[in-house]
């Protein structure tokens, strides 16, 4: 397959792009070793972030038997709400001021472990909470050096938080996520122990399933880093850069991955060859997203959050009325890719091949709806929603949704096309009904 292609020099753009990576250790059994990797980073007295429904659970027990067997203090920091917000993060922040800790450990999906990167920021720089964030609504200030160690150890299948630069917050009072970016915030190392998402029910499984497989999708199809502006000094490269070799390589693996085991690991919780591919899959994912950054389908997909405020996930533990991250990403995905296709329409049918799907006599037309036809197959496979419908948005939510998603500037810029409100509200309108 050829991708370099897509890459090629382009006047003013970018000649080249940076990959940050925690160090990443993957096998079942690797959660035990957190006491021996915590105590290696110099760690004394950690701080566990959790959730309250993994609390109790033998994974956070477990990683509280190893970093007590390394002879570490922890005390654990189980307030972390699913979708944090500017309120919870600060909270934690005064859990790790007023703890004397020399080391954070999160144990949970990523709202522990955004929690956790968030958290870290604003203990070590305080600061008026949008200061770290980008315009429109940031301050834009970088966050201004090094935090203390931080292990991140994933219990879902799909966020890939452990290897990203990245921490998703919800701003209270505009009720709405945005994004915190810097490689300050990236975990010093991930543990990932594929044995933490046997316990995942299927609709949770389902979920991550579609954030990993959009983020994959997102990657591979994202605009080119060459067509994003050549930075004068390095500290100024950003982490969301553009597709670039090394997230084609990993997304394409996760597609692969995605398209082998989806539907056998909601199945079948003991089918670990399933269960572990996936766990996979999701770190690859976070590998390609974390250097390339997401585009459309997940700027978007925080305005579906915000506004679908009546939708009851079912078999979600510990919540009420709210669309699961992944859930809200896939329901505009396919009509996201009718639109960003006809900009690039190779990329999206190698990406549709790695997912599966059957384009053997497909011409450039037809990528569009070859990538949508297949992530629709999949969708209906496992029972998502059925589009903006299937979440209790309508054609009339539609001036709102893109009202609200246009403020995702850098995730719409790294679309493969320049998209404005007109184009997103389009999109918002063909999302509603796929079957
Ligand atoms: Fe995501």
Known sequence: MVCCQYFSPFDGGANAFTVEMPRVTFGRGALHEVGARALARGMRRAALFTDTVLADSSHVACALTSLRAAGIDAAMFSDVRIEPTDTSVLAAAAFLQEGGFDGVISVGGGSVMDTAKGALVYSRYPAEF???????IGGGVPVPGPLGPHLACPTTSGTGSEVTGL?????????????????????????VDPACIDTLPPTVVASTGFDLLSHALECYTARAYTRWAKVDEIGARPMIQGANPWSDLHAREALRIVNAYLPRGLAD?????????????????????????????????YAVSQMARDFRPRDYPGSGTFVPHGLSVIVTSPSVFRYTARETPER?????????ADARDAVPDDAGEVVAARVIELMREVGA????????????????LADSAIRQRRAIANAPRETGVDEIRDIFQQAVSYW
Do not use: Q
């Open 130 to 136: 949008e200061t770290y964030f980008a315009p429109p």
């Open 167 to 191: 921490s998703v917050i919800r701003f209270e009072a505009l009720e709405v996520k945005f994004v915190l970016a810097s490689r300050h915030i990236l975990p010093d190392e991930a543990i």
């Open 269 to 301: 919780a003991a089918d670990h060859e399933a269960r572990d591919g996936l766990s996979w899959a999701a770190t690859l994912a976070g590998m390609a997203f974390g250097n390339s950054g997401t585009h459309l389908p997940h700027a978007l997909s």
């Open 348 to 356: 999206h049918l190698e990406a549709a091949l790695c997912l599966g």
């Open 385 to 400: 929603p059925n589009g903006l419908g299937g979440v209790g948005l309508s054609t009339r939510d539609a001036d709102a």
